[in-house]
């Protein structure tokens, strides 16, 4: 809740520790984003292995912050569907289902963005 009695940059300064405080509530209770942030440590260590140029730290970088971020927003959405209707429900769980295609999707990105960039030079190695 905004502070009226708060300047401009004490402000932004309290966003910013909601948004750190959000952040570490999603990695310690979020097993997506546990696994996900898994994945992203083994694509860090193969792009040291296999020298990975700049540009491709950079697509590779942003194929990891766009799988996160996508874990991210299906968490709260699936966390406002449990707070608004904490039963089973059919459109809930349809709303659930739609969210988490948006993971997915980056997921399937990020692998197709891992296969342009390692798999010629895992090919160069045979």
Known sequence: MKNPKDSFIRGRIRSLKFAFKGLWILVTTEDSIKAQL??????VILGFIFDISLTEWAIQFLA????????????????????????????IGLIKDIAAG?????????????????????????
């Open 38 to 43: 898994f994945f992203a440590v083994i694509a």
């Open 64 to 91: 990891i912050g766009l799988v996160l971020v996508a874990e991210a927003c299906n968490s709260a959405i699936e966390e406002v569907a449990d707070f608004v209707h904490p039963d089973f429900h059919v459109k």
């Open 102 to 126: 948006a993971p997915t999707f980056a997921a399937l990105i990020s692998l197709i963005i891992a296969g342009i960039i390692y798999i010629p030079k895992i090919s160069t190695l045979f």
